[in-house]
């Protein structure tokens, strides 16, 4: 039996679940609840085939800027916070299911973290992304040196790291932190439509597709092809792809059935 949510909320249409920060009143500032929250609830949709595509967003005019201050200054701890709340952002990297931040306001530290973790990024025109952690003297968690290297380079992840400061939905584009900028009120459509595209895709082809961009990161390029060849010639000569064969000859949606 799942445990109530309280700091966040979980909603499916199709093949496409979204997960929502849901403290709208603290801006969705991160709480050790949250944490766990999020952690229990991504665990659980990382195991259901049923859900194809995972969006994380806001509620509010906030996406997360990172730990509540207010609440541990004036609350102390919540609850414990265990290790493992902390693999979030390795969840929303590695789970299954393709992730999608949609990134509609304020996004810092902590909720940088959990948006660098996801497969794509988009920001409402007008919220601002920040690493944040040295102006609260931290240095910083969520896996931010591992994932923002990757997404802008070395040189820049370190200055925006080093000298941290609060950057336009626009700027974040045009160095590739965020794939594309919305305006606020196209954000959680624009996003939609893009994840119901993903959803609609072979399912095996899909979760294989996403597992070697995982893999790829972790070993070298003839032993990646290796894998990456296996993998294409088993899937080439699945039920998914003769049918994607025939439905593009005979011009009509391909009907998949994960064989």
Known sequence: MHRELST????????????????PEHLNGMTNTMAR???????????????????????????????????????????????????????????????????????????????????LRYAARGARLNTAFLDVAVAGDMGVPWTLPRIVGAGRARELSLLPRKLEADEAASI????????PEALLPETMRRAERIAATSPTARRTMKAHYVAAERIGFAEFVDIETAAHMRISASADTREAFRAFVEKRPPRFSGD
Request: net charge negative; proline share 6%; hydrophobic share 40%.
């Open 8 to 23: 966040i909320s979980w909603e499916v249409h199709g093949a496409v679940g979204t997960l929502w920060l849901d403290r």
């Open 37 to 119: 929250e999020c952690y229990e609830t991504l665990s659980r949709i990382a195991d259901d085939p049923s859900v194809a595509v995972v969006i994380l967003t806001g509620r509010g005019r906030a996406f997360c800027p990172g730990a509540d201050l207010k609440h541990y200054s004036a609350q102390g701890v919540d609850e414990p916070l265990r290790p493992e709340y902390f693999h979030v952002p390795v969840l929303l990297h590695e789970m299954p299911q393709v992730t999608i931040a949609a990134i509609n306001g304020a996004c810092a530290g902590a909720g940088l973290g959990y948006a660098l973790g996801c497969d």
């Open 176 to 183: 590739g932190m965020v794939n594309d900028v919305f305006e």
